[in-house]
């Protein structure tokens, strides 16, 4: 019942390393004449320079992407105003429903989606993934001194997800579809379960944790429903920011920065 994918290991040491940085990485002003080789290679060949680029985001997902006031911030939004900074381009974001975000992609109404988006097969057939960033753990948060202890415990209940991720796919999958309450926001779901209208919520283990710490009377189960990986959505065939966003990841991890966003945004647990 539990999903393991293939590459965990590997994601649960790069979640290690990815604890967070200030987004504000510096800006290459050299004139194209003056770049070294090294400086057009980390700027993923500066094919992008000065471009706007459009991120497609749904900002519900704290740390991830929220709202703050009127500003849409987090973890995602940080690493890609690196990514963008890196490659000399500018940052626009689109916030939109999550299971809208694809189809924007493949609509060419957005390059890329960084929404905490898990890397599947079925969404591999639609988009491009980058190299992975981080790990995600779909988490179940039920009441304190809910019944309902282990994932089996779930089975015949009423579990609210956030429609279109993979909390909603998995769920549906092993416990059936009149099981599963969909909402337009996770944070919706957690109210219909602080409410008593729902059993559990299953959700990624970020925000499970921001909406437990700002609900009184909600835990989170220990053990995890599923472990997944996060990455950035290109177009299908679009090699050429894939190769340029890939570039950047990887100096920003070997830098530190994405280190330094995650812990911006990730206090001790
Ligand atoms: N990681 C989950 C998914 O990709 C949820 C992402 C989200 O709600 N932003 O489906």
């Known amino acids: 019942m539990k999903k393991n994918f293939a590459a965990l290991a590997l994601a649960v040491a790069m979640a290690a390393t990815l604890a967070g940085c200030s987004s504000s990485a510096t800006e290459t002003e050299a004139p194209e004449t003056e770049n070294t080789e090294a400086e ?5 060949d500066s094919a992008f320079a000065g471009q706007t680029l459009i991120m497609a985001t749904n900002a ?22 690196a990514i963008c900074e890196e490659m000399g381009a500018e940052l626009e974001i689109t916030d939109i429903a999550f299971d809208s975000i694809i189809p924007e992609i493949q609509a060419d109404k957005a390059d890329f989606g960084a929404a ?17 960033y981080a790990t995600g753990v779909q988490s179940v948060i039920v009441p304190e001194g ?3 202890q282990t994932i089996e415990d779930l089975s015949g209940k009423l579990i609210g997800v ?3 991720t993979t909390g ?24 219909a379960l602080v409410n008593g209208k729902i059993d559990a919520v299953i959700i990624d283990n970020k925000p499970a ?8 009377g909600l835990v989170i189960l220990e053990t995890a429903y599923a472990e ?3 990455a950035i959505a290109v177009k299908k065939g679009n090699t050429e920011l894939l190769d340029a966003i890939n570039a950047s990841i990887a100096s920003l991890k070997e830098s530190g920065t994405l280190d330094e966003i995650v812990a911006k945004y990730v206090t001790a647990e």
């Open 146 to 148: 809910s019944e309902i």
């Open 60 to 81: 519900e997902f704290p740390p991830y992407e929220y709202h703050d006031g009127n500003e849409i911030v987090g973890i995602d939004v940080d690493i890609a105003r």
């Open 168 to 191: 909603d796919i998995y769920a549906s999958d092993d416990f059936g579809d009149e099981n599963v309450q969909r909402f337009p926001k996770g944070a919706d779901a957690v109210q």
């Open 209 to 216: 944790q921001v909406f437990v710490s700002e609900n009184e």
């Open 228 to 230: 997944e990986e996060y």
């Open 116 to 132: 905490g988006m898990t890397v599947t097969e079925d969404r591999q057939s639609q988009v491009d993934f980058s190299d992975t």
């Open 40 to 44: 057009a290679e980390a700027a993923g």
């Open 162 to 164: 956030q429609q279109g």
